[in-house]
């Protein structure tokens, strides 16, 4: 990008034109006496956008633009590729395959999961093939010898068994009822993620059914008000007269980091009850709603059914999400199917 500057000097009643090239990183000057071009002095340069500011800037963007939750996984990245880093400034012109690789390795001893890793080399990578196509940088495909796929998750969803100790156990302390109640009230809701629970209005029920719009798709869904559900609404007292769940206590204020805050306290206790209650999978909120899809299909509920009841755009998206929970109904049948061949003396 080319920009013309002109400036005025006062003591010298002269001007100065200062033509600033980007892309070749340099300014050159033309005064009214001489009418000759030439450096404007003899160190002078633009300054280079590191890294970091450009990914600062974007960030504070994706917030302009309301996109709280994008630019909050953005922070997220920012601070983990911060950390490796070790806050020092990074140019575009260093940032290179080695670089990633070496980025790619220090999360990996410290114990990142794969899918963690590929996403925040997505992120870095989105934002510089946007500092690309502002010819802020050249791209030197950095990112083509590192992880930025979807590895196989490890088995979420919980048996029958395990969802009624979970709902039969005898909380320690009111945080550990909370954490209790709201998977409950997640699983019951076919897995209502914790965004949408935080936001249900008490309004949002009508002639027995509730109401509500997805955060993540914008979809609305309804599902009949249970006695379930009206059982855990009754357990707390009534905190506003707007939202349905102790999650947002006050209105218009904050509420996304007041939701953001009962989410960590609720899923630190949940990982609290799972261990006391022998359950082999960490416990999380999200565990609800695979555990509702898996025992939907462990009771032969159709792929459609269930695909609706999650919200989901497809029933390939709903296969895609079963696969990975389906595991043990099928080492179950095979271990059937092998027994059948099993001699009765055997």
Known sequence: MKIELTINIPTSQESVKIFVDSEKNEARCITDNTKEEGTCASS????????QDF??????????????????????????????????????EDFNDSLMINYQEYLKNNKVCWNTISFYMRILKATYLRAVRQKLATDNHPFEH???????????????????????????????????DLFLFSFYTRGMAFVDMAY????????????????????????????????????YEAFNDTYLLPIIHTVGKGERNQYRHVQYIVNKNLVTIGIRLSIQQ????????????????????????????????????????LKSIDETRIHNENERIINLLKDKKD
């Open 146 to 180: 590192v992880y930025t796929g979807m590895a196989k998750t490890q088995k979420r969803a919980l048996s029958q068994q395990d969802i009624r100790k979970i709902k039969d156990y005898i909380p320690g302390n009111k945080q550990e009822q909370l954490a209790r």
């Open 55 to 92: 990914m600062e800037v974007l960030i504070k963007e994706k917030k302009q633009n309301g996109r709280q939750r994008t630019a909050e996984t953005y922070r997220t990245t920012f601070h983990s590729f911060n950390r490796f880093l070790k806050s020092k400034t990074l140019l575009f």
């Open 44 to 51: 002078a340069t633009i300054e280079k956008q590191s890294f």
């Open 200 to 235: 249900l209005k008490k309004s949002d029920i009508n002639n027995g059914i509730l109401y509500y719009s997805r955060k993540k798709t914008g979809q609305n869904l309804s599902v009949k008000w249970e006695p379930a559900m009206q059982q855990i609404v009754d357990s």
């Open 282 to 321: 960490k416990l999380t909120l999200y565990v609800a709603r695979h555990s509702w899809a898996s025992i939907a299909k462990s009771i032969d509920i159709p792929v459609s059914v269930i695909s609706e009841a999650l919200g989901h755009s497809s029933e390939n998206m709903t296969k895609v999400y």
